[in-house]
């Protein structure tokens, strides 16, 4: 019984957080570490994950491997997840750079189609804050250029950021900022979107060279440019209002 409770109010915590009215069905791993709200999804169906035995204020990342297919979106010791593409992942935490046990999570044919009761919400009058990161494979002769987007507005903390991104055959890099799906019945902490969004170019290797960089919101396309070297990745990006980078440079 103790286990249980224990179990229980750990889960709070991403339940008002993440998923509002939702019921957790709190998946929990062996060694109670990490639970899930369901280990078995459809394409692009939110799933939450809680890092249970950390804290708020632990420097927490999440891990997924086969990379290049998910979307998070992070809040304190939760995550919200959701795969593009139909597979098995293997899904695990960092917590202060030391690795928790993992879940796997089946992902299959089937598209999610959000219940009814959503609504769209435009993104009128919002800013955001790019993070451009650099990703590289420690089992292949993979790297790939990821952003963590972050709104200066608040949303209902289990809204969701609908964007579309890609990397076309002559290595432009685009991103689409359209809109935020939330609840009906807003309920829970109003909170910034977070997003982690991976840009896979069509070549395993992130080559040297300059790669046009687009990213619209609100009708406003927003240009730039990277430049990438053997030693550094410098971003050419003069905004201050609108669409901003907090880092202009990245160390390869």
């Known amino acids: 019984m103790k286990k249980l409770v224990y179990c229980l109010l750990a889960l709070l915590p991403a339940y008002f957080i993440m998923q509002g009215c939702n019921k957790l069905d709190g998946i929990i791993t062996p060694g109670g570490q990490l639970s899930a709200t369901k280990t078995e999804l459809k394409i692009n169906e939110p799933d939450t994950l809680v890092a249970l035995k950390a804290k708020a204020t632990d420097n927490i990342s999440w891990l997924v491997s086969p990379s290049g297919f ?17 597979g098995t992942y293997t899904v695990k935490a960092s917590v202060n750079g030391t690795n928790t046990e993992n879940l796997t999570i089946k992902v299959n044919e089937t598209v ?19 993070t451009p990161s650099l990703y590289k494979s420690v089992h292949a002769d ?8 972050v709104s200066a507005n608040t949303y209902c ?5 609908n964007f579309t991104y890609g990397v ?3 290595n432009n890099y685009a991103l689409n900022l359209n809109s935020v799906t939330q609840l009906t019945a807003c309920s829970g ?16 290797l992130l080559a040297n060279g300059t790669y046009p960089l687009n990213v619209t919101l609100n009708g406003t396309t927003y240009t ?13 990006w003069t905004y201050t209002s609108g669409v901003t980078l907090a880092t202009k440079l990245i160390t390869r």
């Open 70 to 86: 998910n979307t998070i979106s992070t809040r304190d010791n939760a995550s919200s997840m959701a795969f593009s593409k139909a």
């Open 112 to 130: 999610y189609t959000p219940p009814v009761g959503n609504i769209t919400v435009a993104l009128t009058g919002d800013q955001f804050s790019l």
């Open 142 to 149: 993979s790297t790939f250029i990821y952003f963590t987007v």
């Open 157 to 161: 903390a289990a809204s969701k950021l």
């Open 168 to 170: 076309d055959a002559s």
């Open 189 to 204: 902490t109003m909170a910034p979107l977070h997003n982690v969004i991976n840009f896979k170019q069509s070549t395993a």
């Open 224 to 236: 730039g440019s990277m430049v990438v070297s053997t030693a550094n990745i410098t971003f050419n």
